[in-house]
């Protein structure tokens, strides 16, 4: 079983910082491409960034430039840095990885899974 622990969501003040983490845990043989997403009240789930297993890294056009995506391999963990928050990134982020389970499965190929998500309020 693969299992996807968040933390370091919570309320902060426009303009503020807050650091996300995201650890995997589980017969896991490789993670190939980490990321995180977010969902706002009544809007679809969006991509916020992602980091591939060679650092590569792609950010939605909202967030460059604030936020900022990594991740530590020998402890499966993803993190987002975000900087000079704004009320819209409002949302529960979730966590998502592509990974490739060892042992039985491992011939079932790499496979998406998601955390349980971590809410961000940005209010004053």
């Known amino acids: 079983q693969v299992q996807l622990v968040e933390s370091g969501g919570g309320l902060v003040q426009p303009g503020g910082s807050l650091r996300l983490s995201c650890a995997a845990s589980?017969?896991?043989?490789?993670?190939?491409?980490m990321g995180w997403y977010r969902q706002a009240p009544g809007k679809q789930r969006e991509l916020v960034a992602t980091?591939?297993?060679?650092?590569?890294?792609n950010y939605a056009d909202s967030v460059k430039g604030r936020f900022t995506i990594s991740r530590e391999n020998a402890k499966k963990t993803v993190y987002l840095q975000m900087n000079s928050l704004k009320p819209e990134d409002t949302a529960v982020y979730y966590c998502?990885?592509?990974?490739?389970?060892?042992?039985?499965?491992?011939?079932?190929?790499?496979?998406?899974?998601w955390g349980q998500g971590t809410q961000v309020t940005v209010s004053s």
């Open positions: 998502n990885i592509d990974a490739r389970k060892s042992g039985l499965e491992y011939g079932l190929g790499y496979r998406a899974y």
């Open positions: 589980g017969n896991i043989f490789n993670i190939n491409v």
């Open positions: 980091i591939t297993s060679g650092d590569s890294t």
